[in-house]
């Protein structure tokens, strides 16, 4: 998987990511790990860019860090999975946000089979857009791309 990040927050450790799983009581994909060990969250390098596939588009807006912001406002994965998880009862415990849209509406990892899936927050309704994280990624091109 290639994705560069870039205004990413401070980095981490692998003993960071194995804090913050202690801590939700979850394994991270390990393709998930390795993003945030290259990268704690950010925008995509470049131009705005879309997730597109023959069913569906979506911005990206950023990708969410962990434990860490580089800026005020910023949610991190585990602000926003207790959010989410328990606080609304929307996601699943298996279901981790990796990255958010224009709306605010997570794009998020299935922890049991590394699918990525996007939650519509309003109707609740999760879709599933790639088996994988890497597939998922592949999928991202620049808005030119997408609507030029």
């Known amino acids: 998987m290639t994705v560069r990040l ?68 910023i949610l991190t994965v585990e602000s926003l999975y207790g959010l989410l998880t328990y606080d609304k009862k929307i996601l699943s415990e298996t279901m981790v946000p990796f990255a958010i849209d224009g709306g605010g509406f997570p794009f998020c990892i299935d922890i049991n089979n590394g699918a990525v899936y996007f939650t519509n927050l309003e109707s609740q309704k999760t879709i599933c857009l790639e088996q994988d994280l890497d597939s998922f990624i592949s999928n991202v091109i620049t808005e030119d791309e997408a609507w030029g």
């Open 6 to 73: 870039i205004n990413s927050s401070p980095s981490l450790t692998t003993n960071d990511l194995n804090k913050v799983e202690a801590l939700l009581g979850i394994v991270f994909p390990p393709a998930l790990r390795a993003m945030w060990l290259a990268h704690n969250g950010g925008v995509l390098d470049g131009e705005r860019c879309v997730y597109q596939n023959d069913q569906y588009e979506f911005d990206i807006k950023y990708f969410l860090p962990v434990l860490h912001t580089k800026e005020e406002g």
